[in-house]
């Protein structure tokens, strides 16, 4: 898998590339035209233009950005992961890890195309739960289904409200709302024996972590 970053902040780009030299070996800084990246590549985009992220849309990877403004179009671009400036680089990396590990597997095979969720396994194409032990199917709500998907992009299952407000919702930080918390009860009675005192969707550090496995 090849990476193409298109930083806009020279010495963000720097240090990008310092910290991530041991990491990777395909890591390309370049100026090209999607014409010119092959499909299954990762990119990274700083501060991009309306016209930069629809020519880049369909590609998995990151998109950094300094204006809150840039949040009204991110509904568009369910394969970029938005994360707002200014960013600590070792999360950065981490995260960019972690996206381009899953970029990878979802761009090569369907390998990983169910979770296992406790009893349950989650169905991400028929955004449903089965148990199978129960021959019982449950199904999720498109923000239930999104918010299992966010969670399991990280490898440790962990998202912090911020992220999964800004990603799935679209909602500012400084934004007042029980959204997210009132999507965390009907999932949780979904999926746990005992909504009051979860096992695989719990909350952790200012935000949420699930506890999954790939079948």
Same mark, same amino acid.
């Given at each position: ?5 298109? %930083? ?6 720097q240090a990008f590339q310092t910290y991530l030299h041991k990491?990777?070996?395909? +890591?390309? %800084?370049?100026? =090209? ?11 990274? +985009? ?7 992220l629809e020519i880049y849309k369909n590609f998995y990877g ?16 369910? /394969?970029?992961?938005? @994360? *707002? ?6 999360? !950065?990396?981490?995260?960019?890890? =972690?996206?381009? *590990?899953?970029?990878?597997? &979802?761009?090569?095979?369907?390998? /990983?195309?169910?979770? $296992? ?6 169905? $991400?194409?028929? #955004?449903? &739960?089965?148990? +199978?032990? *129960? /021959? ?11 918010? @299992?998907?966010?969670?399991?992009? #990280? ?8 992220? !999964? @407000?800004?990603?799935?919702? $679209?909602? #500012?930080?400084?934004?007042?709302? #029980?959204? !997210? ?8 009675k979904k999926i746990e024996p005992n909504p009051n005192s979860?096992?695989? @969707? +719990?909350?952790? =550090? ?7 496995? %790939?079948?």
């Open positions: 898998m090849h990476v193409f970053c298109f %930083f806009k902040t020279f010495a963000l780009g990491n990777i070996s395909s +890591l390309v %800084f370049s100026d =090209e035209k999607q014409a010119n990246i092959p499909s299954s590549s990762f990119i990274i +985009l700083e501060d991009p233009t309306p016209q930069e990151i998109c950094l950005y300094a204006s809150p403004d840039l949040v009204s179009y991110t509904k568009e671009f369910p /394969h970029l992961i938005f @994360l *707002q400036k200014p960013i600590y680089l070792p999360f !950065l990396v981490q995260i960019f890890l =972690e996206q381009a *590990q899953k970029s990878m597997l &979802l761009t090569t095979s369907n390998t /990983h195309e169910s979770l $296992k969720i406790g009893p349950y396994h989650y169905k $991400k194409l028929q #955004r449903s &739960l089965l148990d +199978l032990s *129960q /021959h019982k199917t449950i199904s999720l709500t498109e923000k239930e289904a999104a918010l @299992l998907d966010f969670l399991s992009m #990280r490898s440790d299952g962990y998202a912090t409200r911020a992220e !999964l @407000l800004e990603n799935i919702w $679209k909602f #500012r930080n400084d934004i007042s709302t #029980r959204t !997210l918390e009132s999507h965390i009860y009907t999932l949780r979860p096992e695989y @969707l +719990l909350t952790k =550090e200012g935000g949420y972590c699930l506890k999954y496995e %790939f079948v």
